[in-house]
């Protein structure tokens, strides 16, 4: 509310007081596949915002709704949901915003939208949020694919029986948003209509729960009784003191939860027999249920989805390089643009710890985007959805899931958003054991290493024509992570103990066109979502190596500095192979150097010398480090281009004089880049989603040890 | 639902019907799986029909109130139906 001023003596305004809303957050929610999210980027568009919700794991999307040129309100977009009753992680969040009025996320208006043509259904959630005496909108989707269906909905009826005003609507054309907007202009009101009441036996304690929180609401008093010890703003007292109180009561949750689903879905029959009237089945039902007999069919269902697969594999190597190389290309001469300006060790460490960190970061990005366009329009269309179905039964054997297949499937471009997309699995051990796999899973920081070993120790030959044995080598190291990951997943299966059971009940939402605007979204978001998470990280660690490698003991640095200078004169070399002599001089007795030394021992089993210990110990940031020190340690020099570091790395000879890069050698590194974690990003992003410290060491532990057994027994069998 | 409904001898679950077949739900026997079924629209009295099997028979889809879920024979197995 505007304050009226009235003392004489104060000045004349000049600007218009700002216009107070009287919505100011409005909170958005409804069943999957409601067409919630298309809703919610009709709204805001491009004015959104992925952030942590305090105290959850779980991301909160926010956005701002303009809704005159002055006024816009706060837009809270939940995860979809059938109920107040949550099931996944996901949907923990809803009842963290609902059910703390006191909260400063508390919205002023919930928009619940519901599918037209399955109301009945999309109803039972609506009533529990009207029940909560929250003021809400319904935001009736989908009215004229219902209609076409033969599905008619009364709407001034449906007002008359929910009590707040129904919005028809068709949120993918954008139809109905703005008598939205309107409406969000208004003075909120909850509805009259109480569509469940709680068992009398239950008023007593119900009465006793109101007045210790000062609740006014019959049904968030109830709603507190069966949630207690999940809600986090409680206290451990209050806790203590409902679990006593629910005790004495007999209170048994899940069957009064059961009843009143029941009671619930009772009430929305009665009230929907005047309302919607269905005149013939559904056409886009059955439009899909042909569909899905070629989709999910015996045979041709796997050889459609693994030919999608295969499409998708392709697209990301083949498409991306190109954007891949202009990032590459971009941060070199933005480095060189840098480094011909200005001097001294800032600049260095700016331009080849920062920048180069970062551009280690970037450089992901196109592949990134590809393949989460790709799942985006996947989901979209309701494919993932039969995906999921088809790889339940194989998945469950390995201690996985349906559901497992997208982490899975994304931790082939990296593991940082293929972690984070493992949230919709509802089931506690699933969702861990494939957290704890994915990271198996060979990723796209991966790909240099092995391109560079295998053009190594790999000949180019082909067979049947066009059989590249390069190309399969690369394929064999994508199914030996893939393989890894299932395994370990089994061996987790069996030590893991459940914390409840496991269920694979989903909607299986009828095909549809994906709208483009919520794919483009996704690829920005999820993008976003990879630079800044892995990108403070590696940024971080960048520096931190740099630091490693650009300072030594003593004065090691500056006496390396002068034996590079004698040998280089000694040998006759240009100018620029003198640079390089110097660098790959100077990182031998940095401290990376030092520690490369001392590890030399440890990693002598699988092969490796002290140069290889300095790439191992600078890559453990991120794997693609990996190149770029050993063109330095080889003084490959500025040109880090295959072939150059295939020259310069073949023609290293061993203390016998033959070639230090055996196929030994090769493979066991290939095999110690494919096990090994080498990422702190993914580590950084499962302590953050499984809000401990023992998922990430676990892996670290378990990962380091693989690749090191792993690589410890290529070596062996191979030389 | 409100008690456990033992499985009799003789009655028929989803997991039971052939694709195309329906049925009436009678009760669910499972509770904690109950509710998300019913959460679903499995409630009593509601027909069901089995629409489809995954490629390797597990899990299937039904559909009840006029859309497809899909959920494992263990869960469908906790639907039972009436005679």
């Keep these: 509310m505007t304050v009226v001023t009235t003392q004489p003596d104060l000045p004349p305004r000049v600007e218009a007081p700002p216009v107070q809303p009287l919505v100011a957050r409005v909170a958005l929610i409804g069943n999957p596949n409601s067409g919630k999210t298309s809703l919610f980027n009709q709204l805001t568009g491009l004015n959104q915002k992925v952030g942590n919700f305090p105290g959850v794991t779980v991301d909160k999307k926010t956005g701002y709704s303009q809704l005159t040129p002055k ?110 907007k309107i409406l969000m202009t208004q003075q909120p009101e909850p509805t009259k209509v109480k569509f469940y009441e709680a068992p009398a036996e239950l008023q007593p304690l ?114 991306a390089s190109y954007p891949m190389d202009l990032i590459d290309q971009g941060i070199a001469s933005l480095n060189s643009l840098i480094q011909d300006n200005f001097e001294g060790p800032l600049v260095n460490l700016l331009t080849e710890g920062v920048i180069a960190g970062l551009g280690g970061v970037l450089i992901f990005v196109p592949q990134i985007a590809i393949l989460f366009a790709f799942i985006a329009i996947l989901e979209e269309t309701g494919y993932m959805a039969r995906v999921t179905f088809m790889m339940d039964k194989i998945m469950r054997k390995f201690g996985l899931n349906g559901k497992s297949v997208v982490p899975l499937m994304s931790g082939v471009a990296c593991a940082v958003p293929a972690v984070m997309s493992a949230r919709t699995i509802e089931n506690w051990k699933d969702r861990m054991i494939t957290i704890f796999v994915t990271p198996l899973m060979s990723c796209s920081a991966r790909i240099p290493v092995y391109t560079v070993l295998i053009a190594l120790v790999v000949p180019e030959k082909y067979y049947l024509g066009f059989l590249n044995l390069q190309g399969l080598v690369l394929m064999g190291l994508y199914i030996i992570g893939f393989l890894a990951a299932i395994f370990s997943a089994l061996l987790l299966k069996t030590i893991l103990k459940a914390r409840e059971r496991s269920y694979f009940i989903m909607e299986f939402p009828v095909y549809k066109m994906p709208r483009w605007k919520n794919v483009g979204l996704t690829i920005v978001e999820k993008s976003k979502a990879f630079v800044f998470e892995a990108g403070k990280v590696i940024v971080a660690v960048s520096i931190i190596l740099w630091v490693m490698a650009s300072y030594g003991p003593g004065d090691n640095m500056e006496q390396a500095r002068a034996l590079a200078l004698t040998e280089a004169q000694a040998r006759n070399l240009t100018e620029v192979q003198t640079e ?140 | 639902m409100r008690k456990k409904a033992e499985q009799k ?26 509710l998300k079924l019913l959460e679903m629209g499995c409630i009593p009295g509601t027909s069901v029909k089995l629409n489809s099997r995954a490629p390797l028979g597990d899990p299937i889809t039904i559909i009840v109130n006029d859309y497809t879920l899909s959920l494992r024979l263990d869960e469908a197995e906790t639907i039972l139906l009436k005679q």
């Design chain 1, 206 to 319: 119900l009465q006793k729960v109101k007045a210790r929180f000062g609740l006014k609401n019959d049904y968030l008093a109830l709603q507190y009784a069966h949630h207690h010890k999940s809600l986090k703003f409680l206290k451990e007292e209050d806790v203590a003191w409902l679990d006593e109180q629910l005790q004495q009561n007999g209170f048994h949750s899940i069957t009064l939860q059961s009843n009143e689903t029941v009671a619930r879905y009772t009430r929305i029959n009665e009230m929907l027999l005047d309302v919607v009237r269905v005149e013939k089945t559904a056409k886009g039902e059955k439009f899909s249920n042909r569909l899905d007999q070629i989709l999910t069919h015996k045979i041709f269902g796997y050889l459609i989805f693994f030919t999608i697969l295969f499409l998708i594999f392709q697209a990301i190597f083949a498409w």
């Design chain 1, 71 to 180: 006024l816009k309100v706060q837009m809270i977009d939940l995860p979809g949901t059938y109920s107040l009753y949550p099931k996944s992680l996901d949907e923990r969040i809803i009842i963290d915003l609902l059910y703390d009025p006191k909260s400063a996320h508390y919205p002023d208006l919930i928009i619940v939208t519901a599918d037209a043509s399955n109301l009945k259904r999309n109803l039972l959630l609506f009533t529990q949020l009207a029940d909560l005496q929250i003021p809400a909108v319904l935001a009736l989707n989908m009215v004229d694919v219902a209609e076409q269906e033969g599905v008619k909905i009364d709407i001034p009826a449906l007002h008359r029986e929910l009590g707040v005003p129904v919005i028809p609507m068709n949120a993918r054309k954008g139809k109905g948003v703005a008598a939205l």
């Design chain 2, 9 to 34: 001898p003789g009655q028929k679950s989803v997991r039971d019907l052939k694709i195309g077949e329906q049925g009436v739900i009678c009760c669910l026997n499972d509770p904690e799986m109950g």
């Design chain 1, 580 to 719: 390089n002599l110097i660098a790959s001089h100077q990182l031998e007795s940095s401290y990376a150097g030092v520690v490369g030394h001392v590890i030399e021992p440890v990693i002598r089993p699988l092969g490796y010398d002290w140069k290889i210990g300095i790439a191992l110990l600078t890559s453990f940031a991120a794997r693609e480090v990996f190149v770029g020190t050993i063109s330095t340690i080889y003084s490959v020099g500025e040109e880090e281009n295959v072939s150059t570091i295939k020259e310069k790395l073949m023609a290293e000879k061993d203390a016998n004089g033959d070639p230090f890069f055996t196929p030994a050698r090769g493979f066991s590194l290939m095999i110690f880049y494919l096990y090994a974690m080498q990422c702190v990003s993914t580590l950084a992003i499962v302590r953050r989603e499984t809000k401990s410290w023992t998922w990430p060491l676990a892996q670290l532990l378990y990962m380091s040890g693989l690749a090191y057994v792993m690589a410890f027994i290529t070596y062996q069998a191979l030389s």
